[in-house]
């Protein structure tokens, strides 16, 4: 292990592939990049591959059920573990075949594995009493597969430490996008939204962060009840374009509890996954709201949920100059142009103007958030998931 | 987590916890040993402080019951994961108040963790299309609790060069017992029973290792069973003694189809558990045999399966001069006189006398496989496991 560590710290420049597949189990996105410099406004990434690898059907269909704080079952689990860490590894090995570089030359692959379940600490209405996450897709597997060192497992030590577990992008944020000019928020919106407030010239504790609520997670589930499953999701908000907001429904899914949570929050395909679609859905459908009428009321109501978290948690105490977009959200205009309406006089651009690709932002924060941890340094953000100290993130598989 | 892991080697001596609970889930053995030395006959342990920590019965209940590969459930596998880290630190750490040394002296930590399942691969007569194995008691809590590095997860690396993930302890076994005089083999009589055998000047590819098939697994159960839970195993083999071996019921239970299997094999719970346990019993019961009785041929039937896999798999092509006991079984004269009777002409000893502490082998043989890893030395036999080659096990998690 130390060999291996040792032949990473020994350069400034690393290749590095980032791996997650998010909490709506679409598959693997996996990016490779290279990685230099250290520390706030240092850190340079070069994006040199970037694949999704979408589930095959089973593969899902064996995610989502075990996804199921009442589903899984031992065996399954056990057996679905060391097969995404197949997925995975495959995954990476296709993008290190469409980079052309030997794999040898790849110095560490970072795998957020597939979220199956987490729960953060005192989690109410539930019979949990602590905090805990599990994400599969074993390390082992993907290390043998690729001939490349893992570190995987990142959520684990900050829960120990008492912490959420999330959100970790944050760090990714404070390195990539803080700044001593101007005050910025890094939003991404993936199945769940979450920002990062960086404030000007602010330390690393004064970094913010909190998963707003939804991001496409209800829309999608939505899409895919009301198509059966012919469409995952809606393409340039074209259904949410041709609805209208109905103000009923819309002030039903304002109730949700996780809204007036105050920070440090997270949250997930528990608060706001497929069986909370379904009730929506549902409610509507018994008002008789048309079904793109729905979705363009559960579309509003996530860009609400941001523009409602921004205000209530950032803008309630400090100005915000630029917000940077990124997740598929960003390239939903609905969603967008409702932001900009939302939050008049800052600057909304998405990430890749910042040099953070939108699409692969999360694969790469995992590859940044690897190096990190090799390299021994902490990388998870007190202040964002209220863990008592900053913590070296991870379990490290040697090659 | 190179910080941590240069400090270890630049040590040649050092401080390890080895931690484990084995198949038959009863608590947490903790070992603290100073190792030192490289290579076969040049490891030296010495064992400062040992401790078994029971599991409260509501931790054993749940162990149990998620251990049946139908049991679990994704939600209740997620929490017991973090609760057995609690156990695990918790046993760690009245460890170290008993050896009263300070945690900052001890080096590491090698956690096997609470096997939950484990399924070979091709294992017949499931639906599981994989080998995979899952233990539990996740590191990070460890780490976070204690403060000392930990190392974890030493099976899934193996198996995912498609070995069976075990056995694990004969790399131990070599350390310790090889020697160029005398053909030794060592034998592991815990809930399940394995054995090392090492040829006089072997080197480590002609060590074969495999587990014979039950140890106390059976007897405990159906102990249990028969006291309503009053008695957890047959202490010194008092109630074997005082029975009878019924014929029969012997020539049933020798039916069991692991038996005739060839090495590499490894078995376990789902094998030899509670459920066989029980049908076994209730075989007897139904043919009148008395409890003693059953117990007594139950304990001659694990006696058997040991003798039979040795004559089998190493006597057939081997002559052995010492066989080395360790486990619980080593302390039940009826299964050591049986065993006697049935390999005339082996010298039979327990491994106290070769400097390996009985019952504690297993605690301490994770502490000598994490130093192992840490010190980037491979610790998997692929002769014994059956991968495709040798491999640094485990996951590290910096303190």
Do not use: W
Request: charged share 20%; net charge negative; glycine share 10%.
């Amino acid at each position: 292990m130390l060999k291996q560590l040792s032949k990473i710290a020994e350069r400034s420049t690393h290749k590095v592939i980032g791996l997650i597949s998010g909490t709506s189990a679409d598959g693997v996105d996996a990016a490779l990049c290279e990685i230099s410099g250290e520390g706030r406004g240092n850190v340079k990434i070069k994006l040199i591959e970037k694949h999704t690898e979408p589930y095959p059907d089973f593969i899902r269909e064996r995610v989502l059920s075990a996804s199921d704080p009442k589903g899984g079952r031992t065996g399954e689990l056990c057996e679905l573990n060391f097969l995404l860490g197949e997925v995975f590894a495959a995954s990476a090995n296709q993008l290190i075949q469409s980079a052309n570089i030997p794999a040898a030359e790849i110095d560490l692959i970072g795998s957020h594995g597939q979220t199956i379940q987490h729960i953060p600490p005192r989690t109410e209405g539930t019979e949990y009493q602590l905090g805990s996450t599990l994400q599969l897709g074993e390390a082992a597997v993907i290390a043998e597969r690729t001939g490349i060192s893992v570190i995987s497992n990142f959520r684990a030590r900050d829960m120990a430490a008492g912490g959420q577990g999330a959100p970790l992008v944050p760090y990714v944020d404070y390195l990539m996008f803080a700044n001593d000019q101007s005050s910025r928020v890094a939003l991404n919106i993936g199945g769940i939204s979450n920002l990062t407030f960086l404030p000007a010239g602010g330390k690393i504790e004064q970094t913010l962060a909190f998963d707003t609520g939804p991001g496409n997670m209800i829309v999608d589930a939505m899409v895919q009840y009301m198509t059966q499953g012919n469409e995952s999701f809606d393409r340039d908000g074209d259904i949410a374009a041709s609805g209208k907001i109905h103000q009923a429904l819309l002030n039903e899914m304002k109730k949700h509890a996780y809204l007036q949570r105050p920070p440090p929050k997270s949250t997930g395909r528990e608060e706001f996954g497929f069986e909370y679609a379904l009730k929506m859905y549902e409610y509507g459908h018994k008002m008789s709201v048309m079904p793109r009428d729905i979705i363009a009321t559960a579309t509003a109501f996530t860009t609400l949920t941001i523009a409602e978290g921004l205000k209530s948690f950032v803008l309630n105490k400090h100005k915000i100059d630029e917000l940077i977009v990124s997740g598929g959200g960003a390239l939903n205009p609905v969603i967008m142009e409702a932001l900009a309406r939302e939050l008049p006089g800052i600057k909304i651009e998405n990430s890749d103007q910042y040099g953070m690709p939108l699409k692969a932002k999360e694969s790469i924060a995992f590859a940044i958030l690897a190096r990190e941890s090799a390299l021994g340094r902490t990388a998870n953000i007190p202040t964002a998931t209220g863990a008592q100290g900053p913590r070296v993130l991870g379990d490290f598989t040697a090659a």
